[in-house]
C-alpha cells in the first residue's frame, strides 16, 4: 500500500466579487493542490495579504459544496472581508504553507527570436507572470552580461511586488511588450 500525504491547499484567486452589500467577498479560482472545508482557516498570500479568514462556503458549478479539492474551479466565500483585501494574483493557501516574496533566483531561457525571444541584460525590467499574478521586476544576470534568444542563465529576480512562490514554481515572462521565455524558481531567501 502506497501512503500518500495530501498537501496543503492552495489557490490562485482570479477574480473577487463584493457580496452582501459588501459584508462578504467571493474569491474564485481552480485549486491547484489540496483539500479546502467550509469552516477551514485559510491565508491571504501576496501583495498586501497575510490576513487569516474563515471559509463560511464553497461554490462548484452553482452548487454549495462542504469541501472542493485539486483541480475543482470553485467560489469561496470569505464573509467580514473587505473586498481590497483580497485582489487577483494573490493566493488562498493552508495558513503558513507559501510565503510571499519580491525577490528570487532562477532559472531562465528565452525563446527564439521568432517567436519573441531578445537579448536581456542586468537592469533590464521584465513583466512576470506566475500562477494569476502579473508583477513588473527588474533582473540581474549571474556570470554573464547577456543572455541571447534560445540561451538561458542564472538571474536574481526583484520584484516591484511580492506574490507567493515556492521553490520549483514555473514562471513566464514577457520583454519589450512581447513573450519573452520562462523560468523556474531556484531559491527563496530565508
Not at 25 to 43: A, N, Q, S
Not at 117 to 131: C, I, N
Not at 134 to 151: E, F, I, Q, S
Request: overall charge neutral; charged content about 25%.
Amino acid at each position: 500500500m502506497v501512503n500518500t500525504v495530501e498537501q496543503p491547499f492552495l489557490m490562485p484567486v482570479e477574480d473577487v466579487f463584493r457580496l452582501r452589500q459588501g459584508r462578504a467577498v467571493m474569491v474564485t479560482g481552480r485549486i491547484e493542490r489540496g483539500r479546502v472545508r467550509r469552516g477551514d482557516e485559510v491565508e491571504i498570500v501576496g501583495s498586501g495579504g497575510g490576513t487569516t479568514v474563515r471559509v463560511a462556503d464553497i461554490d462548484a458549478g452553482r452548487v454549495r459544496v462542504g469541501e472542493a479539492g485539486a483541480d475543482m474551479h470553485v467560489g469561496i466565500l470569505l464573509p467580514g472581508t473587505a473586498a481590497d483585501t483580497v485582489e487577483r494574483g494573490q493566493v488562498l493557501a493552508a495558513p503558513g504553507s507559501v510565503g510571499a516574496h519580491a525577490r528570487f533566483t532562477a532559472d531562465i531561457v528565452l525563446l527564439s527570436e521568432e517567436h519573441g525571444g531578445a537579448d536581456v541584460v542586468s537592469g533590464d525590467r521584465l513583466r512576470f507572470h506566475t500562477r494569476s499574478a502579473a508583477v513588473w521586476g527588474a533582473v540581474t544576470l549571474h556570470g554573464v552580461d547577456v543572455v541571447r534568444p534560445r540561451h538561458g542563465a542564472g538571474v536574481t529576480v526583484t520584484l516591484d511586488e511580492p506574490v507567493a512562490l515556492e521553490v520549483a514554481q514555473a514562471f513566464a515572462f514577457r520583454h519589450l511588450g512581447r513573450a519573452a521565455g520562462s523560468g523556474t524558481v531556484t531559491r527563496l531567501p530565508t
